[in-house]
């Protein structure tokens, strides 16, 4: 079994717990059309630290809160497969608005597919900070998410 040494003297927690702290000034915008997983989306961000936690079901709902609020939200966690308004057009519109926030794709889509929004998010000038599969992975989530602290 291995050792984390770091556990041993007691910095593991002590680590988590700064990251934690940092995340919670975080704002986050999750946008997922299954209720399920935008309710265990947001029970992990929660879990992190985070707070500030709005969601919306699909793209056109999730710009209009950005739209609608003050100072956009620091992270958004954006499906790519939702009626009305998927993730790709969504990634556009955010183009368009010149969002400078960070990105992080929330989806079950093959690696191909990924291969193919990272590019485009990133010939769009959006600020893709990574991919988290579904089910989202507390650990990765925290990873990606400790990324996007300025």
Not at 89 to 104: A, F, M, Q
Request: aromatic residues 4%; charged residues 20%; glycine residues 6%.
């Amino acid at each position: 079994m291995p050792v984390d040494i770091f556990d041993n003297i007691g910095l593991t927690d002590w680590m988590t717990g700064a990251i934690n702290n940092e995340l919670h000034a975080l704002s986050c915008l999750v946008v997922e059309d299954n209720a399920f997983t935008s309710i265990d989306i947001c029970n992990k961000l929660s879990a992190l630290g985070i707070n500030q936690i709005m969601t919306a079901s699909n793209g056109q709902e999730g710009l209009e809160i950005i739209d609608a609020m003050e100072t956009p939200p620091a992270v958004i966690l954006l499906d790519l497969r939702m009626p009305v308004m998927g993730g790709t057009e969504t990634l556009s519109r955010l183009s368009d608005r010149k969002y400078s926030g960070h990105v992080i794709i929330i989806s079950g889509v093959d690696d191909d597919t990924l291969s193919a929004v990272e590019k485009y998010a990133h010939d769009s000038n959006v600020n893709l900070t990574g991919c988290l599969s579904k089910p989202a992975d507390e650990q990765v989530m925290s990873n990606l998410l400790s990324k996007c602290i300025d």
